[in-house]
């Protein structure tokens, strides 16, 4: 069943970028549609790595180093949303170190958090209109 939940949050965060890239940004470019799409996207991204973390972490495969024993659910979500969140806003880890696979995630999501911003740039630079 955890996989089943992976695959389909997998989809949704896929869908959530491509719907970024192809929205037409409409109006200035500051605009307060503009920051709600970047903000929905990237709270997409956030709670799909971490969901990715969670499902993996509860399926038996070790992706950060924590002890799960204690831990609820909430508190196992909560710290993978910390790890999902330094991931995608900044390089680095803290106290939470990803291990075997949950390396490979964490590469995909500091990748996503960097590339993201330059794409959204690139996308309304050259989508502007032709000044007068």
């Known amino acids: 069943m955890g ?3 992976l695959v389909c949050i997998v989809i949704m965060t896929g869908y959530g970028i491509k719907r970024l890239l192809t929205t037409s940004w409409e109006g200035q470019v500051f605009s307060f549609k503009n920051f709600l799409l970047l903000t929905v996207t ?3 991204l956030l709670t799909g790595f971490a969901t990715v973390y969670t499902v993996m972490t509860l399926e038996g495969v070790e992706v950060m180093e ?3 024993t204690n831990h609820s659910f909430w508190s196992l979500f909560s710290t993978s949303i910390y790890l999902s969140g330094m991931m995608l806003f900044s390089i680095g880890n803290g106290e939470i170190i990803p291990l075997g696979l949950g390396r490979w995630v964490s590469l995909m999501a500091s990748y996503l958090g960097h590339a ?6 690139w996308t309304l630079i050259f989508n502007r209109p032709p000044s007068e």
């Open 66 to 68: 924590i002890d799960t």
């Open 3 to 5: 996989w089943l939940v």
């Open 116 to 121: 993201l911003p330059v794409t959204v740039v």
């Open 42 to 44: 990237y709270g997409v």
